[in-house]
């Protein structure tokens, strides 16, 4: 495990200011201080020894990624596209996409001297950091809400993590802001209001899942990712990226972010992410009311739209998931719903061809 010496610095996605390698959990340190948190993107020598270099090579792994992309003509046909592709992340070792961002951060947590790393999560990212964190001998300190699923917080404790319960979602980023800042431990996610997007060297590691549907289905024209604080709709843009500066492909896929309510769409109206849109939603692993600076770049680079999809449309695509055999978590399901809409719309058409993300069954941990 070391880190990758092609790594030459990290530049900020609002001010393009360019930082050596490190640390920086709260993102630009200019932008936070002028009230706008912004992430910051790595920056490597170009190489001709890999094509989507990651920050830690070697890193500690519990065997993620390679996850399968199932194609079915069945869905592509009812929804009136060219060919549709369901990326299953839920094949990773905790059952979730998390697992890639995981293998990066904590390993990198390791070579920076951490003992501990400390996150904000209810579900997926914390049952996914603290398998990691207990694979490489750290420890977790995850802050969850009082509705953490019982699968969730179960999974989490026998990894050995450390569980703090809070009343609401926002009020768990103080209590792993002190632990970040004045007691050491590693940021294993974001603990800021407004928010920015996760460790850089960890959002990393969603850029091979570009790769991955890259080698299996070609160049798709529309990739569909649910989002909340959008790391996982980053990380995969950077991994496009990544194959358009090799030139291995034309453009990019349009990124398509799915939501459970408006939060994006609001935030593309104004170009300011830093509101609060709280609402009621049971895709639990998408909710919240914040968005990120790195979400809205995401869209603009790529040329993708917010879909918002309903509770009642994303339950009804899980139906038809389950009837292929087929398990996601509501929020996952909610990809397909956002393609029936993204087709009325005129956003897709008989010609597409679509990459559903399944980040997750919400059965595992
Ligand atoms: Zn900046």
């Known amino acids: 495990m070391l880190m990758n010496p092609a790594l030459s610095g990290l530049r900020c996605i609002r001010c393009a200011t360019l930082f050596p390698p490190g640390d920086y959990p709260e993102g630009c340190p200019s932008c936070l201080e002028a009230g706008h948190p912004a992430s910051l993107e790595c920056v490597y020598t170009p190489s001709t020894s890999s094509v989507m270099p990651l920050p830690v090579l070697h890193p500690i792994t519990l065997g993620e990624g390679d996850t399968p992309c199932l194609e079915s003509a069945a869905l592509a046909q009812a929804e009136g596209v060219g060919r549709l592709w369901l990326k299953c992340e839920s094949a990773n070792p905790t059952g979730s996409h998390k697992d890639r961002m995981a293998a990066q951060l904590v390993s990198r947590a390791r070579l920076a001297g951490a003992t501990r790393v400390a996150a904000a999560s209810s579900g997926n990212a914390g049952v996914s950091l603290a398998a990691y964190c207990a694979a490489a001998g750290l420890q977790a300190e995850i802050a969850i809400t009082r509705n953490c699923p ?16 809070f009343e609401d979602s926002l009020g768990r980023w103080p209590h792993v802001a002190q632990l970040c800042r004045e007691q050491g431990a590693f940021a294993g996610t974001n603990y800021l209001n407004p928010p920015t997007g996760t460790h850089a060297y960890g959002v990393e590691g969603y850029k091979p899942i570009a790769r991955e549907i890259f080698d299996h289905c070609g160049l798709p024209t529309d990739v ?36 459970p309510y408006a939060r994006l769409s609001r935030a593309l109206q104004t170009g300011d992410a830093r509101g609060l849109w709280e609402a009621g939603t049971d895709q639990y692993s998408i909710a919240g009311g914040t968005t990120t600076l790195q979400s809205l770049q995401a869209l603009a680079r790529s040329g993708g739209l917010p879909v918002e999809v309903s509770d009642a449309a994303a339950a009804q695509a899980q139906q038809r998931l389950e009837r292929m055999g087929l398990g996601t978590e509501l929020s996952s399901a909610a990809a397909l719903a956002a393609v029936t809409r993204l087709r009325r719309s005129g956003m897709l058409d008989a010609e597409s061809s679509v990459v559903l993300i399944l980040t997750s069954d919400g059965r595992r941990g």
């Open 224 to 259: 569909i990712v649910p989002t909340a604080r959008g790391d996982l709709l980053w990380g995969v843009l950077l991994g496009w990226q990544a194959l358009h500066r090799q030139g291995l492909i034309p453009r990019l896929p349009r990124m398509h972010a799915v939501e």
């Open 150 to 165: 019982a699968l969730q917080r179960e999974a989490m404790q026998r990894f050995g993590a450390r569980l703090t319960a």
